[in-house]
């Protein structure tokens, strides 16, 4: 009997120290938990300065030593580097949507004790990139990117408004309307010389001869208006 009694309390003493233990380890593990990042969205119109603002960020954040790395979409294969409109420069990497890619530069900017990531071109990433945002910002990492927020149709861009909305800061820049020098609100396709129609594709290829240019709401034209679906809702009821 008295053997069992010290066993027991033996066991209590034992259990007492390990659940100690833990508690301390889930405590460590708190602290150990870096504080989270931030996500700044720079968007705007095609010739807005969105690249050169994101190379200045990415230029001050190296100033203050921080480790900064750059990306841009697999499918611009515009250059290299990103290179603003400016002529500013800097060294990026390129990456796709695929999640087992994403996956391997996240290990990446890990190891590497990267600070600053920043994106170009954002709008041509699918969904996916989000995760891959969000797990960024989960182990303390600023993500700074760049987005184009309307399409040539004066319509979002792809994954823009669910990154705006995520964003803990956006800034929405413009471009000068190249036909009268007001503020513009969206990029202007042209075809041939010719404002593009609103079924054309959202991203041309081909031997056509297209250009974007920066328009203000009174200089931009469109054969419809858009959200023609909305319009349809609209006119129906009397
Ligand atoms: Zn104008």
Redesign the pocket.
């Known amino acids: 009997m008295k053997g069992k009694t010290f066993k027991f309390f033996l066991f209590a003493i034992f259990s007492i120290v390990l659940l100690n233990n833990i508690t301390l380890l889930k405590s460590m593990e708190m602290v150990d938990e870096p504080e989270k990042g931030r996500l700044e969205v720079i968007c705007g119109s095609m010739f807005s300065g969105k690249t050169e603002e994101l190379l200045r960020r990415l230029k001050r954040a190296i100033i203050a030593k921080q480790k900064v790395l750059l990306i841009k979409p697999a499918t611009d294969t515009r250059a290299k580097n990103v290179i603003s409109h400016d002529k500013n420069e800097m060294i990026a990497i390129t990456i796709d949507n695929k999640p087992a890619n994403l996956k391997e530069l996240l290990k990446k900017i890990n190891n590497d004790n990267i600070k600053v990531i920043g994106i170009d071109e954002i709008q041509f990433f699918n969904e996916i990139i989000i995760c891959f945002i969000n797990m960024l910002i989960q182990i303390g990492k600023r993500v700074i990117v760049t987005g184009l927020d309307m399409s040539f149709k004066a319509e979002p861009f792809g994954i823009m408004p669910k990154l705006l909305t995520i964003a803990d800061e956006v800034t929405k820049l413009k471009a000068i309307?190249v036909?009268?020098?007001?503020d513009?609100y969206v990029t202007q396709r042209l075809v041939n010389g010719k404002p593009a129609n609103y079924e054309d594709k959202l991203v041309l290829i081909g031997s056509q001869e297209e250009g974007y240019y920066p328009?203000?709401r009174?200089?931009y034209r469109m054969d419809r208006k858009p959200f023609p679906k909305l319009w349809e809702q609209w006119e129906k009821t009397e």
């Open positions: 309307c036909e009268c020098g007001n513009a328009r203000c009174n200089c």
